[in-house]
């Protein structure tokens, strides 16, 4: 059976070249290409595909958001991340529900085997993606604060104060420094920035 791939990045020789190389190396494909963002979306929503292959920083693109929005437009498509971004970013869309990842410096041979892979077993991750994978992830340490605790750091990362934090939620001075504290142990933060930098990368 013909599998239906769509490569989605912005740069033509990384289009050409990845197109190339899984059509001397993958039997039974055929291939499109996307240059943005919303092409790609578009391109989705018109035709079934088996696999796209995703650049996550093409433009207009819109972070860990895609992963959720391609899957609403196909439950069905497998989404493999192609990306020179370090891995533990490529953890994150994974934790996303994104079905593999591989780096565009891998040799060509590791992308055929990871298109492969996606076919045959439904998922590729390298071996130190798997390791990430089985640690617990910062997110699931924010998931795992109290309704209170959670109330305060988003409160926290807006740039409120104690007193300001004490007046919205009619807690006494005392007490939200002890909230402070149980946050930052079981996010494993040290300070404001850490709480924020934590915000950006899995809330906001």
């Known amino acids: 059976m013909v599998k239906n791939i769509l490569i989605a990045d912005d740069h033509d020789i990384v289009l050409v070249g990845t197109s190339m190389i899984l059509e001397s190396r993958v039997p039974n494909i055929t291939i499109d290409l996307a240059k943005d963002y919303p092409e790609t979306l578009e391109k989705i ?3 079934p595909y088996d696999l796209v292959i995703l650049d996550i920083n093409m433009p207009e693109s819109k972070n860990k958001k895609m992963i959720s929005e391609i899957k609403a437009l196909d439950s069905a498509i497998k989404i ?3 990306s020179a971004y ?3 970013i490529a ?3 994974i934790r996303e529900g994104a079905d593999g990842y591989i780096s565009k410096l891998s040799k060509s041979e590791e992308i055929s085997d990871a298109v492969s892979r996606i076919f ?4 590729y991750y390298p071996t130190s993606i798997v390791q990430q994978l089985l640690q617990q992830s910062p997110a699931d340490s924010i998931k795992n604060l109290s309704v209170r605790e959670y109330e305060i750091f988003i409160l926290m990362v ?3 104060g104690n007193l300001e934090i004490s007046n919205k939620m009619g807690i006494q001075m005392p007490t939200i420094s002890t909230y402070k504290k149980r946050i930052h142990n079981k996010l494993k933060t040290k300070n404001l920035a850490d709480l924020i930098k934590l915000y950006q990368t899995y809330i906001a």
């Not at 045959?120 to 998922?123: I, N, P």
């Open 45 to 47: 929503s018109t035709r």
């Open 120 to 123: 045959s077993d439904g998922f």
């Open 86 to 88: 370090e891995e533990e």
């Open 158 to 160: 807006q740039g409120n």
């Open 80 to 82: 493999l991340i192609f």
């Open 91 to 93: 953890v994150q869309y």
